[in-house]
């Protein structure tokens, strides 16, 4: 396995941390360990998928529920939002200031002592890192109060079924996979996942390979900017769209977005998935010790079967897996803001595209869409939305003291 010089990079990247002024450095803690109320297995029914990312109610010390994520990505220790941790006077402790995706700086701190249960499984407190999860909340149009990560999900074998909308956790110990599906092997890397994987061009027949880390709590697969500039992917994609791509805890990112013709993970086939080729030149995306990240935009396409322990993931096709990859068709990147998520805005928009020939600006507050307020929408059902190709939406805005109502006409940007 190459160089790997961080170890997570999907909400927290907690492991990848810019330089700061001197703080503690986290305690080694015993491995965690999974308690079962019944059985060596429990399914979790009541979680959302939420724009294709997992949702689930947990309880932390008793208290609940709040709303964690299944996060692959958060690396070797659980999260926790710090002002959650501090609505239950949890105590905290800095560890150091950093990033991930993106170029801000923020506070890590260490939390003590959190006990995490979910619908019949729970463990022993133990450390968790508590960041500001909720400055993300209006990018992601959901709350999100902590992530579930390496830590404890390295205990068990974890089986999505992203069609079924359920999550299965079972004891490793008495787990065998019995399935249709491939075995693929993984490397674990600081409680992160990654996978050899390949990569197809549209101006080569040559396959590239490539170490991607696998991110549940990603939505769209991102390559990072030394292997995109390296390979020159961004070049031949046969259509792009250059702007702001995602916002983690690391803040904003760049990228140009457009497609690949597949992407290989053992037999594992995606054809033409749209990816963003970063273009972030500090934060974990700049980084050159792996390639890229699959994100949820692949992994939901499959029944994925996670297993730290033998370091193995199995994929099995779902219905949704050939269904073509489809991208915003509107050039807007909104944000979702107020406490129910109703107040919706232009955060940014991608260069070239309908909403910038229209234009709308950055700031713009959206006050309706053809005509329906915008408290009606979700994230999801406005990415549906602005994803019919050759439709005409309207947008009825706010800008200052002015109201304006602005039309776009639809269109594939890759």
């Excluded at 923020?106 to 003590?112: K, L, M, P």
């Excluded at 003291?401 to 602005?406: C, I, L, P």
């Amino acid at each position: 396995m190459r160089r790997v010089a961080i170890a997570l990079c999907g909400f927290a990247c907690l492991a990848a941390l810019c330089a700061g002024s001197p703080a503690a450095q986290p305690r080694p803690q015993a491995p965690a360990t999974p308690r079962f109320e019944r059985g060596d297995s429990v399914v979790v029914r009541e979680v959302e998928i939420f724009d294709r990312i997992i949702y689930f109610h947990t309880r932390v010390n008793g208290a609940g529920a709040f709303t964690f994520v299944l996060d692959t990505g958060a690396g070797a220790m659980s999260a926790i939002d710090q002002s959650v941790a501090d609505s239950l006077g949890l105590h905290s402790t800095l560890m150091r200031r950093g990033g991930g995706a993106g170029e801000d700086v923020v506070d890590f701190n260490s939390v003590d002592s959190i006990a995490v249960s979910v619908n019949g499984l729970s463990f022993e407190p133990r450390r968790v890192m508590g960041i500001p999860l909720h400055r993300m909340d209006p990018h992601w149009g959901k709350r999100k109060d902590g992530l579930v990560g390496g830590d404890l999900l390295s205990t068990l074998v974890t089986c999505i079924d992203y069609e079924g909308r359920t999550v299965t956790f079972h004891d490793e110990r008495s787990y065998e996979y019995r399935g249709p599906g491939e075995r693929i092997p993984v490397h674990v890397f600081g409680g992160a996942l990654f996978v050899d994987a390949q990569v197809l061009s549209y101006g080569s027949d040559r396959a590239i390979d490539a170490l991607l880390m696998l991110d549940t709590g990603l939505r769209l697969t991102v390559f990072n900017t030394p292997f995109s500039r390296a390979q020159e992917l961004a070049a031949q994609s046969p259509s792009t769209a250059t702007g702001v791509t995602g916002f983690g805890i690391g803040g904003v990112s760049r990228g140009i977005v457009g497609r690949v013709k597949g992407i290989r993970i053992g037999s594992v086939l995606f054809e033409n998935p749209v990816v963003d080729f970063s273009t972030d030149e500090r934060g974990a995306l700049s980084d050159t010790g792996f390639s890229g990240i699959i994100g949820a935009d692949l992994l939901s396409r499959c029944r994925l079967i996670i297993d730290y322990a033998r370091s193995e993931i199995f994929l099995e096709k779902n219905r949704s897996f050939a269904e073509p990859f489809e991208f915003d068709m509107s050039g807007i990147r909104f944000v979702m803001e107020g406490k129910s998520f109703d107040v919706l805005k232009i955060f940014s928009v991608f260069e070239n595209s309908p909403a910038a020939e229209a234009g709308i600006r950055p700031g713009d507050v959206v006050t309706s869409i053809d005509g329906q307020v915008t408290a009606s929408f979700t994230r999801e059902s406005l990415r549906d939305y602005m994803q019919r190709e050759g439709a005409r939406v309207r947008l009825d805005i706010k800008r200052g003291a002015e109201t304006k109502s602005m039309t776009l006409q639809l269109r594939r940007l890759v």
